[in-house]
C-alpha cells in the first residue's frame, strides 16, 4: 500500500501562485504515475496534471502554462506550482498515484481558494 499525504492548500488572491506537496509512503517502488486531481463543487474530480516514474510530465488544457509538476527520482514527494491562479481552479486538490500492480491511493485532499 501507499499512503498520501498533501499540504500547501490555502487562500490566494486571483493572479497568486501556490505550491502543493504530496508524501508518498509505503510501497513506493511500485509507483508507476504520481498525478493531481481537483474536484470542485458540484462537478466531477478531473485530472490537473501527472508524471511518470521516468518523469514525463502531462497536463491538462487548463493547466497548461500555469501550474508545472514535479517529484524526486525517489518517487516520496510530488509537488505541483501553480501560477496565475484563476477563480475557476478553486477546488480541492488530491494527490493520486498508480502502482505498477494497477492499484490507484489517493490522499485526503487539501482545499485551494482562489478569491479576491
Known amino acids: 500500500q501507499v499512503q498520501l499525504v498533501e499540504s500547501g492548500g490555502g487562500l490566494v488572491q486571483p493572479g497568486g501562485s501556490l505550491r502543493l506537496s504530496c508524501a508518498a509512503s509505503?510501497?513506493?517502488?511500485?509507483?508507476?504515475?504520481m498525478n493531481w486531481y481537483r474536484q470542485a463543487p458540484d462537478k466531477r474530480r478531473e485530472l490537473v496534471a501527472s508524471?511518470?516514474?521516468?518523469?514525463?510530465?502531462n497536463y491538462t488544457d487548463s493547466a497548461k502554462g500555469r501550474f508545472t509538476i514535479s517529484s524526486d527520482n525517489a518517487k516520496t514527494t510530488v509537488d505541483l506550482q501553480m501560477n496565475s491562479l484563476k477563480p475557476e481552479d478553486t477546488a480541492v486538490y488530491y494527490c493520486n498515484v498508480q502502482t505498477s500492480f494497477g492499484f490507484f491511493y489517493w490522499g485526503q485532499g487539501t482545499q485551494v481558494t482562489v478569491s479576491s
Open positions: 509505503g510501497s513506493i517502488s511500485s509507483i508507476y504515475a
Open positions: 508524471i511518470t516514474s521516468t518523469g514525463i510530465p
